[in-house]
């Protein structure tokens, strides 16, 4: 069985620049997240959705987007990249809430802005 | 402010002893706490959750025990193997209005040596 599978893996911006970020969750689960992971932090939420509606919002600016498509797959957009945007973008996709199973994340997509 | 918090960076633990993580909070609204652990270029993995009505969870070699009235909770690894060398993350869940938010604390590199 598939993971939860991001795209892509790496990529190099310039600040002000755009970017779309992938995610497919595991099948059969509705819900995804994407967290934000600073070096030497733990990952910080930034987005939930649940059948295709968004659910939650962390603290984050409005250059931060994101959508969750019918397939329940889903994008984070994040416009005018600044060089303090370069993190690991980590995707996690639960059935439900995700409380007593726990969300299962993907490896990443390692974001340098330069 | 951090509402999850992980004292200690890192840990060393020799192979076949007891491994103890630590992790404090301070917001009584959180309902779930998980453990996850990571390694390098990987996403974080589910390893065990307590609900906050708990004060102990088992799971094989995995045991959290939570205390409420100190706002703190610790992870057991016993008995501590090699491969359990990895980043530990303490999380937290709050729900509310449907939407589940993981706020991690900072992690704890443990390193489990043979």
């Known amino acids: 069985d598939a993971g939860v599978t991001q795209s892509p893996t790496h990529l190099i911006k310039t600040r002000g620049q755009h970017v779309t970020l992938r995610c497919s969750p595991i099948s059969g689960h509705k819900s995804v997240s994407w967290y934000q992971q600073v070096l030497g932090q733990g990952p910080q939420f930034i987005f939930q959705y649940y059948e295709k509606e968004e659910r939650g919002r962390g603290n984050f600016p409005d250059r931060f987007s994101a959508r969750q498509f019918p397939n329940y797959s889903s994008e984070l957009n994040v416009n005018a990249l600044l060089l303090g945007d370069s993190a690991l973008y980590l995707c996690?996709?639960?059935?439900?809430?995700?409380?007593?199973?726990?969300?299962?994340f993907g490896s990443g997509t390692r974001l340098t802005v330069v | 402010d951090q509402q999850v918090k992980q004292n200690s960076p890192s840990l060393s633990v020799q192979e076949g002893r007891i491994s103890i993580l630590n992790c404090d909070y301070t917001?009584?609204?959180?309902?779930?706490f998980l453990w996850y652990k990571k390694y390098p270029a990987e996403g974080p993995t589910f390893l065990i959750s307590?609900?906050?009505?708990?004060d102990k969870n088992e799971d094989g070699r995995f045991t959290v025990f939570l205390n409420k009235s100190a706002k703190h909770l610790s992870l057991h690894i016993v008995p501590s193997q090699p491969g359990d060398s990895a980043v530990y993350f303490c999380a937290a869940i709050t729900s509310g209005a449907g939407s589940y938010q993981l706020t991690f604390g900072k992690g704890t590199k443990l390193s489990v040596i043979p």
């Open positions: 917001n009584s609204m959180f309902d779930y």
């Open positions: 307590i609900s906050s009505i708990k």
């Open positions: 996690a996709s639960s059935l439900g809430g995700g409380a007593v199973y726990g969300y299962t």
